[in-house]
């Protein structure tokens, strides 16, 4: 079974930061795309970043210049580190990877279970 478990994510004072981190973990073979999106109470999940197997990133733009998306391959793990964090920030922040698991044919998507980030002073 593939796991995705995020970690990282708490109370900040807006201007503060955060560093979320999210680990793939069980039966895979390889990784493409990694990813975070975030969704705000009332409002639709949206793309926050994600970056390839190959290092090419791309961010929203409402996060330009403020979060940075990296990645650790040898860990299956995936990174964001955010800066200059605005009330708008507020959210719950999930993970994904694009991933081929052991023995299957096709790559599949996978979900990590979502970590709460509040900017509040």
């Known amino acids: 079974q593939v796991q995705l478990v995020e970690s990282g994510g708490g109370l900040v004072q807006p201007g503060g930061s955060l560093r979320l981190s999210c680990a793939a973990s069980g039966s895979i073979f390889s990784i493409n795309a990694m990813?975070?999106?975030r969704q705000a109470p009332?409002?639709?999940r949206e793309l926050v970043a994600f970056i390839t197997s190959?290092?090419?990133t791309s961010y929203a733009d409402s996060v330009l210049a403020r979060f940075t998306?990296?990645?650790f391959n040898a860990k299956n793990t995936v990174y964001l580190q955010m800066n200059s964090l605005k009330p708008e920030d507020t959210a719950v922040y999930y993970c994904n990877a694009d991933l081929l698991e052991g023995g299957s044919r096709y790559a599949s998507r996978y979900w990590g279970q979502g970590t709460q980030v509040t900017v509040s002073s």
């Open 35 to 37: 990813g975070w999106y």
């Open 54 to 56: 190959g290092g090419s």
């Open 42 to 44: 009332g409002k639709q």
């Open 69 to 71: 998306i990296s990645r």
